[in-house]
């Protein structure tokens, strides 16, 4: 129900209540006034009648009374008029005339107790007041009662008893309330339509602002409402309509900026203010992610993150992450939230033939969720039950594919997803100048421990890695053997063939080390023609063995210079940690050394530490 009616219905009812409540007030006033009016025109009549029988009897006429009575009913409006005697009068004057002995219940009544009794009876329609009124003796006044009358004073001579016809006072009563009621109401009626006029532009612009609210809830900003007058209600018509104004067209810039940076497309019958609320919120989040992604430390912490928002925020359980690994190879990096773990949604031969997949080849986003089938690596293994769809997102490092994130949905939950593309396609965006970033610190840190010529870790990297090596030793309760070794006469190789020369042996003799141990001992070029090899886990025995496999491998390497071959030999001296030392540069010194030695002796060879050649011999080395 609206304003404009409830108004109506309100002043309605206040009118018909009015007009009710004063007809009942009238009716009842009138028939207070007609039992008022009543009361006193028999109480006039009845002393008259007293009057007229005292006069009477003194003028010795009281015989007449019959006539008087008679000609009194003629009075308009009286019914009748009979008066009947008490016995206190028969006793002392004898009976009187037969209709004033036979009296009735009424008549009775006053004649015991001397008061008055009226009433109001209905007779064939007419209304009648009826009214008995006793005489009583009194000695005042002259003549008085007890001139005549041998009683007591105060003692009921008789009653008169008189009826009045209502009626016609009635129907004038009846048709002044009528009168007065279609007076009021065409007042309450004139009175309706001018509060009508009066509020109807109050109902009338509250509607049209429910309906602008209500378009407004749904992100319908268009809704106007129309000005009825020039008045406050005008006016809050005038600044609902600025009010909209404003929101449809900040909400209309703020959608399109999102939209650039989202990529989201709006649909027609999209809540436009939902819409840019669940836009502003990604993008905040979206920004919160890239500013606790770039306190990450590694890719790892990263992509780990990452993947907790895809199964937190958009409900994706099923992803794999690949990095590029060469111009030709993927390497899964995470898969389903667990890294390390192998391929499962695509077609393997992707790690060795990288070109078969189409991010990785287009350098483009691959859309399975609206086209399915269009990348043909895509594959789903048997068990997974329901068919997939996917949508792969490379991120491009330094021009090219570096990493690609692959999302994998069920075929039911696709279009859902789809609407949380763009979402997540901010989130790729954000991470992928971190990544880069984290990609160009790990380059550059890990330039800066390694040897640009050779390839190996450099002495920097084994003085950042030490720590955590000797920890390692010490807690599984194993030695580390330490190898110092360089080129004999090596300066002879830069003089006589250049540097050119000296650079080639050098790689030549890193290539060998690299052979010749195992992935996890590390080989390290210390400086200039010198290089320390760290073997974990190995006794002096084996130490000593391989430093000589080494030593033999590298005696028969032949290296082309130019039009020469060149062979060259090293020396090699051998400490253990923490048999040796307990210091590990303390044992580092102690293979130096057993280094000198080996030079000493007549070089090619390899000569473990003994605690004699540092006894006595500490200043000079």
Not at 434 to 446: D, N, S
Not at 581 to 594: E, H
Request: one cysteine or more.
């Amino acid at each position: 129900m609206n304003l404009n009616r409830k108004m109506t219905l309100l002043f309605g009812g206040i009118a018909v209540g009015t007009l009710v409540l004063l007809i009942l007030i009238s009716l009842y006033a009138f028939r207070s006034y007609s039992i008022a009016s009543s009361t006193a025109h028999v109480r006039t009549a009845a002393e008259i009648v007293r009057v007229h029988l005292t006069e009477a009897m003194i003028q010795g006429v009281i015989d007449k009374r019959e006539q008087f009575l008679n000609r009194l009913v003629e009075v308009q409006g009286l019914r009748t008029a009979r008066v009947v005697r008490s016995s206190h009068v028969n006793e002392q004057f004898g009976a009187g005339m037969n209709r004033e002995m036979n009296a009735d219940e009424i008549e009775k009544l006053v004649l015991a107790d001397g008061q008055p009794r009226y009433e109001i009876r209905d007779e064939a329609g007419d209304s009648v007041f009826r009214g008995t009124i006793p005489f009583a003796a009194s000695s005042s006044g002259k003549p008085n009662c007890l001139q005549c009358h041998k009683v007591n004073e105060g003692t009921v001579l008789g009653a008169v008893t008189m009826e009045l016809s209502l009626t016609e006072l009635k129907a004038k009563a009846l048709m002044t309330v009528t009168w007065i009621s279609i007076t009021m109401a065409m007042f309450a009626a004139l009175s309706i339509v001018l509060a009508r006029r009066l509020i109807l532009p109050v109902g009338s612009t509250a509607q049209a602002v429910e309906r602008a609210v209500q378009r407004a809830l749904k992100g319908d900003f268009k809704g106007r409402v129309e000005k009825r007058t020039d008045d406050e209600i005008g006016q809050i018509a005038s600044e609902t309509n600025s009010l909209l104004a404003f929101l449809d067209d900040g909400l209309a810039r703020i959608s399109q900026r999102v939209v650039q940076l989202t990529g989201r497309t709006l649909r027609q019958d999209d809540n436009q203010l939902e819409v840019a609320i669940d836009m502003v919120n990604g993008l905040a989040d979206a920004s919160s992610f890239k500013q606790a992604i770039e306190e990450d430390e590694t890719k790892s912490e990263i992509f780990d993150r990452f993947g907790r928002v895809l199964t937190d925020q958009f409900g994706v359980r099923e992803f794999s992450i690949y990095e590029t690994s060469g111009p030709k190879q993927l390497e899964p990096f995470m898969v389903d939230g667990v890294q390390g773990s192998p391929c499962r949604w695509c077609d393997p031969q992707i790690l060795v033939r990288s070109d078969m997949c189409r991010a990785k080849r287009s350098g483009h986003t691959v859309d399975g969720l609206t086209q399915p089938g269009i990348c043909y690596a895509f594959k789903q293994p048997e068990e997974a039950g329901e068919t997939r769809r996917h949508y792969c997102v490379p991120i491009m490092q330094s021009g090219s594919v570096g990493s690609i994130v692959q999302l994998v949905v069920r075929e039911s939950e696709a279009a859902r997803f789809h609407a949380q593309v763009p979402y997540v396609n901010v989130y790729v965006r954000e991470m992928a100048p971190v990544l880069e970033a984290k990609r160009l610190t790990e380059t550059l840190r890990e330039s800066s421990l390694r040897d640009a010529m050779t390839g190996l870790n450099n002495r920097r990297f084994l003085e950042e890695y030490v720590d955590t090596l000797v920890a390692t030793a010490r807690r599984r309760k194993t030695e580390l053997a330490i190898l110092v070794l360089d080129i004999d006469y090596f300066k002879m190789v830069n003089d006589t063939y250049g540097h050119d020369a000296g650079d080639a042996v050098l790689k030549s003799l890193a290539a060998v080390l690299r052979t010749s141990v195992r992935a996890s001992d590390m080989v390290i070029r210390f400086g200039g023609e010198e290089f320390l090899i760290v073997l974990q886990e190995t006794e002096a025995e084996n130490a000593l063995r391989v430093a000589e496999n080494i030593r033999a491998t590298v005696e028969g390497l032949k290296i082309q210079i130019g039009g020469a071959v060149l062979q060259k030999t090293i020396s090699i001296g051998v400490a253990m940690f923490p048999e040796d030392s307990q210091t590990f540069w303390q044992a580092v010194k102690f293979a130096d050394v057993a280094l000198y030695r080996a030079k000493e002796d007549g070089r090619n060879r390899v000569v473990r530490f003994r605690p004699e050649m540092w006894e006595g011999h500490a200043d000079s080395y």
